[in-house]
T-cell receptor, first 112, second 114 residues
């Protein structure tokens, strides 16, 4: 079965610093991978997705992620954090064509 | 505007009562999902449906029931058999197919059982 592991339940950065949120996947077939963001008491919003077209995927709000097959990773990055980036971020993998399997999430805090 | 509507946003129920959470979508999506979110556990799949009049259990279906009588609607009933029902519940929908399409989420329902 497919699965994803997010390393670090909490990440804290200063405003303007690099954001790096880690996600490793386990899949017996080439995966479809997703990053979602959730603001407090809200639903999830898609940041970006990997569907094998390109290994470096650019998303909304300046985020991007790189698919590395050799490392089974799909880490999310942003060069310069903004206060509005504070939220919870979820990595997900598509299982059996339809279902999304989510990681446990990483809460990002941004300090001024 | 197209989207997914969950209602109510907050719900309080007494222990032992069944309660039904509403989820409606006007995106013309075939697939719909219910997830449960607890702190530190991410989202766990309760039930999903890929077509009208058909649905499958997810990873934590015990104590829950669903129906899919219309394409637009996928209500979730939390029964008295659910041991710890207090949680944030999220409904989602997507087109079915090859797995590369994202899911769209509602705003969630926070259920508190007292």
């Amino acid at each position: 079965a497919q699965s994803v592991t997010q390393l670090g339940s909490h990440v804290s950065v200063s405003e303007g610093a690099l954001v790096l949120l880690r996600c490793n996947y386990s899949s017996s077939v080439p995966p479809y991978l997703f990053w979602y963001v959730q603001y407090p008491n809200q639903g999830l919003q898609l940041l970006l997705k990997y569907t094998s077209a390109a290994t470096l995927v650019k998303g909304i709000n300046g985020f991007e992620a790189e698919f590395k097959k050799s490392e089974t990773s799909f880490h999310l990055t942003k060069p310069s954090a903004h206060m509005s980036d504070a939220a919870e971020y979820f990595c997900a993998v598509s299982d059996q064509g339809d279902k999304l399997i989510f990681g446990t999430g990483t809460r990002l805090q941004v300090f001024p | 505007d197209g989207g997914i509507t969950q209602s109510p946003k907050y719900l309080f129920r007494k222990e032992g009562q069944n309660v039904t959470l509403s989820c409606e979508q006007n995106l013309n999506h075939d697939a719909m999902y219910w997830y449960r979110q607890d702190p530190g556990q991410g989202l766990r799949l309760i039930y999903y449906s890929q077509i009208v009049n058909d649905f499958q259990k997810g990873d934590i279906a015990e104590g829950y029931s669903v129906s899919r009588e219309k394409k637009e609607s996928f209500p979730l009933t939390v029964t008295s058999a659910q041991k710890n029902p207090t949680a944030f519940y999220l409904c989602a929908s997507s087109t079915t197919g090859t797995g590369d399409t994202e899911a769209f989420f509602g705003q969630g329902t926070r259920l508190t059982v007292v």
